[in-house]
């Protein structure tokens, strides 16, 4: 290394210096940190990075990183960032949001930003719970759930927010999960890399009002022999052994041995084979599907926007003030 | 018209010096565009004019219906005028509903031009009309001009290759032209404007033409009326180039200016709602200005985009009226708190809930002052009238830059669509209030304050000023904080910028009288009615002033000094009395009396004019 070489980022570089609020074991921590590796890893600018981020614990995530942040209001975040992105296209910007603030409260913004494809990366912490608001029911907890505000078990039917996020058009749709950095990295480096719109469920743990409540499939006692990795590219294959796999039969997804897995495509034109995996979770005896789900291109939105404005303004330059206000017919008196 | 002599035959236009005319009809008959276009000539002729475009929520309600009629009311004039008009000279009534609806307006003695090719039995059922007033003895007192608008249209028509639908849509040009003819006024520009609007089927352009030409004939040839007026050029009007502008046009074209003199880009976050459509329409048709318009998926997202927008170091602007304010709430709540600069625009209309969308009113003035929770402190400011609106939008542009914070900017309904005269501002001279961003670092806070209170403003992508902001309760570095003494001082120093701004505001000048028995207090769109009612007290020898509000909150300084000079301060306001609570809580010594109309419609003039008269009396 030359003198003249910058130094290279660590992880420190993405540290604030504001002391981290989240209850002790919380999931939250180990998202900041694998974001905070994630972007030293690219060099990436810390004062071309944009954290923006809604109401929720998930949303105190902009105060500990050393970039630019705003925390903005409840459910909000995605109509901020596309006033933030349209006006400064340039930045680099992620959204940091949680199940109740984007799939209840946020609801609408959160299917409009993912129709118009607005070239950003969302991160949606899925604990199932309301967690700041002291542990009531969220639009993802399972039918049945027995919270504060549900003595007797919620009777709504939860979201499954990856086909939320696939009904909506997403053009990049993924679920990894705290519990493992790996997998979250990679995930994470998946979607900020995806031109346009990436929606990516996390699913993460409440240690306070829904603790371990993916443990069923998550513990790495059973994970590898209850999820399955979907990769492009790669035969939809799991278990310990590597000896289990999953293939498309007509209209269903079915078990089968490894060596009948079909090979994962994110890509089809249809959004089909992705809902169809995300929906398997419910099934006796079936994997929770990880990984990639949804990955293809389509008109950005900033992109679209400021190219229609670039194609207005003549080569000299807006035309004079004067043009406009004083355009039209006039008279002399 | 001051004088209702009739004109006499084949002499040259007997000279008027104002004329009321309203055109009434269905939602599809082209009222409006009628009523635009008499406006576009009058103004072209040189006179000074007001409208009054009067047109229900329904897009087409059912034909012939009350509930279907859409009405366009001009005042034009060889003199200075500030109204519409209180009673029309001219109705012009495309059938029996419109005729119902209106009449009890009309000036007695005044004109009927009545299509009688449309009062048949079942127009007028449709009216709910059990006699035709064309012989039931109604319209006694009234000049009555029966025209069959159809049967000459079609008899115009003859040659043209339009459907018979299609002929029929020319009758609106058909009275247009009968009113040019009456009141003397060229036909060249309408024929033009056809010539372009429809330059692309030139059937359509040659078959509107021939009807406007054949009604003007009819006035020539057929001596449908006894004979021409004419109103003159006005000569009061201040010299200068002057262009006619409806309040939302005017509104567009400040924002766009505002932007340009702070040296920003504008994007406007907005979401389609009665009566501010029109200023996202326009916007996003000024794209070679460089400025961006997002249509959002609602009113919260279309403001948060903004404040989003503003964060990035655009000017950030949501064009919106009342429900769509009432969602903005929350959102301008956080703008204030993290001290962001943001135009919000609420054309107001006449509410509460859905209210009546096409109609005035000025209710939304607590909203604005109040209407958020916590002490949220914003300054808000009234445009005036369509002339006015440039000037004041300009206003807020440069408020919410030099003092980082949201304004909110106050239109209505009457202002948006109503037409003027605008006297064309000198655009070099407009002051200019370039931003200047904080890029480079120093020991100042991000809270750290101008002499005006206002932070700095550093955009993202700023080397090593990388800070965050939110909607908690944060220190002077930006950081989160629960501390007491902290919000104490915050909310102070939030509440000191905004009542600040007063201490560089000009003191309104009283127009008339400055001491004596009555002040006439005006904001926002009754400012027309106001000093009509002013010029008309002072005529008859009382001693009155006038004193119009553009800055609703905080209040100009030397108010109260003026307001000590009079015994009675008159606040007329197309609400329940909104702005004379905010007036008695300020300057709680003086004595305020209220006026107050909730119609949807304007002040009459008359109805002021009975108020001066009583507290005079």
Known sequence: MTTTDKPKLTRKDFQSDQDIRWCPGCGDYAILATVQKYLASIEADPANTVVVSGIGCSSRFPYYMNTYGFHTIHGRAPAVAMGLKVANPDLDIWLVTGDGDSMSIGGNHLIHVLRRNLNITILMFNNEIYGLTKGQYSPTSPLGTRKKTTPMGSVDRPFNPLQLALGSQATFVARTVDSDPKHMAKVIAAAHKHKGTSFVEILQNCVIFNKDFYSDSMDRSVRADRTVDLWPGEPMVYGKERDKGLKLNGFEIEGCSASDADVWNPSTRSSAPGVLLSGITDIDGMPMPMGIFRDVEALVYDEAVAAQVNASIPESGPPPLKDLVWGGETWEV | ?617
Request: with cysteine; net charge negative.
């Open chain 2, 1 to 617: 018209m001051t004088s209702n002599q009739e004109p006499t035959k084949g002499q040259k236009p007997q000279i008027v010096d104002r004329v009321v005319i309203r055109f009434a009809g269905d939602s599809g008959d082209g009222i409006q565009i009628s009523g635009n276009q008499f406006t576009m000539t009058s103004a072209l002729a040189g006179n000074d004019l007001a409208t009054l475009p009067d047109f229900p929520a329904e897009i087409r309600a059912p034909l012939g219906t009350r509930a279907g009629v859409s009405g366009f009311q001009i005042q034009f004039s060889s003199k200075d005028i500030h109204t519409p008009g209180d009673e029309p000279d001219v109705l012009v009534a495309m059938n029996p509903a419109a005729l119902v609806v209106n009449l009890k307006s009309v000036k007695r003695g005044g004109i009927l031009v009545l299509n009688t090719g449309n009062f048949k039995e079942l127009d007028l059922k449709k009216a709910k009309l059990e006699t035709n007033p064309l012989d039931d003895g109604s319209l006694e007192g009234y000049r009555v001009i029966p025209v069959d608008v159809n049967a000459r249209v079609k008899e115009a028509l003859a040659d043209s290759p339009l459907s018979a639908k299609g002929k029929e849509r020319c009758k609106n040009f058909y009275t247009l032209g009968l009113m040019y003819w009456l009141y003397s006024r060229p036909l060249e520009p309408t024929l033009d404007w056809l010539a372009d609007k429809f330059k692309k089927n030139p059937d359509l352009v040659e078959a509107n033409q021939t009807a406007l030409r054949a009604g003007y004939n009819a006035g020539d040839i057929h001596e449908i009326f006894n004979g021409q007026y004419e109103v003159p050029k006005t000569s009061s009007l201040p010299p200068g180039t002057y262009r006619n502008v409806v309040g939302n046009h005017a509104v567009a074209m400040g924002l766009v200016a505002g932007a340009r003199l702070a040296g920003l880009k504008l994007v406007l976050g907005s979401y389609p709602i009665t009566p501010a459509s029109t200023v996202l329409e326009l916007l996003a048709n000024y794209k070679e200005h460089g400025i961006t318009t997002i249509q959002a998926e609602d009113e919260i997202a279309a403001i948060c985009a903004a404040i989003g927008a503003a964060y990035g170091g655009a000017l950030g602007v949501t064009a919106t009226s009342g429900p769509g304010m009432a969602l903005k709430t929350e959102a301008i709540g956080l703008a204030v708190a993290v001290e962001l600069p943001l135009v919000v625009l609420n054309v107001q209309r006449a509410g509460p809930s859905t209210g009546l969308p096409t109609k005035v009113e000025q209710s939304d003035l607590f909203q604005a002052v109040w209407g958020r929770n916590g002490d949220t402190p914003v300054p808000v400011v009234a445009i005036a009238s369509a002339s006015d609106a440039f000037e004041v939008t300009v206003e807020a542009c440069r408020l919410a830059v030099q003092y980082m914070t949201p304004v909110i900017l106050l239109s209505d309904n009457f202002i948006a669509n109503g037409a003027q005269p605008w006297l064309l501002p000198d655009m070099d001279s407009l002051p200019k209030f370039p931003v200047n961003f904080k890029t480079t670092p120093d020991d100042r806070d991000i809270y750290s304050r101008d002499e005006n209170g206002a932070r700095p403003w550093i955009i993202p992508g700023t080397p090593e000023l990388m800070y965050r902001i939110g909607g908690l309760e944060r220190d002077q570095k930006g950081n989160v904080s629960g501390d007491p003494e902290n919000h104490q001082a915050m909310s102070h120093a939030r509440d000191e910028k905004i009542r600040g701004i007063a201490k560089k505001l000009p003191t309104p000048e009283v127009q008339g009288e400055q001491q004596g028995d009555l002040l006439m207090l005006g904001w926002g769109s009754t400012i027309g009615s106001l000093t009509r009612c002013y010029e008309k007290a002072t005529e008859k020898g009382h001693k009155v002033g006038r004193i119009h509000l553009r800055h609703i909150w905080p209040m100009a300084p030397g108010l109260d000094e003026i307001f000590a000079r009079y015994k009675t301060i008159l606040v007329p306001e197309l609400n329940m009395g909104q702005l004379v609570v905010l007036l008695r809580s300020e300057y709680p010594q003086h004595k305020f009396v209220s006026l107050t109309k909730v119609s949807g419609q304007p002040f009459l003039t008359s109805e002021i004019d009975a108020e001066v008269d009583r507290l005079l009396a």
